[in-house]
């Protein structure tokens, strides 16, 4: 989701679109305000109190945005448009639509309900009903495929009218490095081995345990494959475990976080990149590795499965079934010539459909048609008034 705010940010300012992001910030060094390729960017602190638990500590977060957007409007900065993301920012985007009378878009990157298939639980209910919240009261709300279209319609029986599809994007250049086996490459694997890439959150529902119970056959037809698992998240300790548990350790290596460079040097060392999810609303690391070059197998579920068209630019696995993930890799592995037809399709695809600058153009698309409705609703305010309620409010403040 950052990947996404700040890759579409940039090109909403590179094509004419006055861009503030309102972002938090813990590390203590970085600037309050700075501009980043054109963005003006404002981070907030966190409050020093301990929350209570994740809930609270998100209350906290949205208390800090609210200040810091209602203080630029006290400030004089004007905006047209609020776009949240997801409803970790709910509560101060409904705040600020209200307070200062815009109208409200927004994007929902992922359900509570997907994610855990199905609600279990009194905070999954909670954030679910947030999120509900968050697509009533916004304006217009966009999701990125046909497969969230649907989820949204199903689990908050949104209008058809209200939702809006706009893919995720990629920037194809930041992946076009010349294919070589590089210093970064060596310090995960030797250069006779295949590596077998997946990055990404380490989450039950990314489905990297299949990817384990797919080894022992991906290594009976290619002994020399390497899997490199990068990211972190819950998951890490128990796929950890699960390898040394099957003697996998020496086949495997989890990374941690990494950096852009690191990525990019891996996408461009694989033979194969991997993403078996179970839920995927999306799938933007499967156009990164189509963007590097690199041949990708998919789980045929959610996003992935509109993304990659089996046997065109891409193969797909059926979803949770191990055997049928290895066997697609094992393609991939054996067939070179194979691979390179499908890397070749799966790049005139991205360049063709998932450049930043569309997807920008679309959304600029959604902007100005929500800003059209809403100066023509009852509910739209005159600027002059709104500043003269809030500079009213400024200068009853107590001293």
Not at 148 to 169: S, V, W, Y
Request: aromatic content about 10%; glycine content about 6%.
């Amino acid at each position: 989701m950052a990947r996404h705010v700040h890759e579409l940010s940039v090109a909403l300012q590179a094509g004419g679109t006055q861009v503030d992001v309102i972002t938090v910030d813990e590390n203590p060094v970085s600037p309050e305000t700075e501009i980043v390729q054109g963005v003006r960017v404002w981070r907030t602190r966190p409050y020093h109190l301990t929350p209570r638990d994740f809930i609270s500590g998100i209350l906290q977060m949205n208390l800090a945005m609210l200040e810091k957007a209602l203080s630029l409007f006290l400030q004089g900065y004007d905006y047209d448009v609020i776009h949240a993301h997801d409803w970790l920012v709910a509560y101060a985007a409904r705040a600020v639509k209200h307070a200062v009378k815009r109208p409200l878009v927004a994007t929902i990157h992922a359900t509570e309900y997907g994610r855990n298939r199905g609600l279990h639980t009194d905070e999954q209910r909670y954030i679910s009903d947030v999120e509900w919240w968050l697509t009533y009261e916004a304006w217009k709300v966009i999701c990125c495929s046909q497969y969230m279209f649907h989820e949204l319609k199903r689990i908050f029986q949104l209008p058809t009218d209200k939702i809006a599809i706009i893919p995720n994007g990629v920037e194809p250049e930041q992946f076009r490095l010349k294919r070589s086996e590089s210093k970064i490459r060596d310090r995960y694997a030797a250069p006779e081995e295949k590596i077998i890439f997946f990055v990404g959150r380490l989450v039950q529902e990314k489905g990297i345990h299949l990817l384990l119970e797919a080894a022992p056959k991906i290594l009976a037809a290619e002994p020399k494959a390497k899997f490199i698992i990068a990211g972190k998240g819950p998951a890490l300790e128990n796929l950890r475990w699960q390898a040394r548990k099957s003697g996998l350790e020496k086949s495997f290596y989890f990374t941690g976080y990494i950096d852009d460079l690191t990525r990019n040097a891996l996408y461009q060392a694989a033979a194969v990149a991997v993403f078996p999810s179970l839920y995927e609303p999306f799938g933007i690391v499967a156009l990164e590795a189509m963007a590097a070059n690199v041949p990708v197998v998919v789980s045929d579920t959610g996003g992935l499965a509109e993304i990659v068209e089996h046997g065109v630019n891409g193969l797909k696995c059926y979803p949770g079934n191990a055997e049928s993930l290895a066997d697609q890799i094992i393609t991939l592995l054996k067939d070179q010539v194979y691979a390179k037809q499908l890397v070749r399709r799966a790049r005139q695809m991205v360049e063709k459909t998932y450049a930043w600058q569309e997807i920008a153009k679309q959304t600029r698309n959604i902007y100005q048609e929500v800003l059209a409705e809403f100066t023509q609703s009852e509910w739209a305010l005159p600027p002059t008034a709104m500043e003269s309620d809030l500079n009213q409010i400024w200068q009853a403040r107590p001293h």
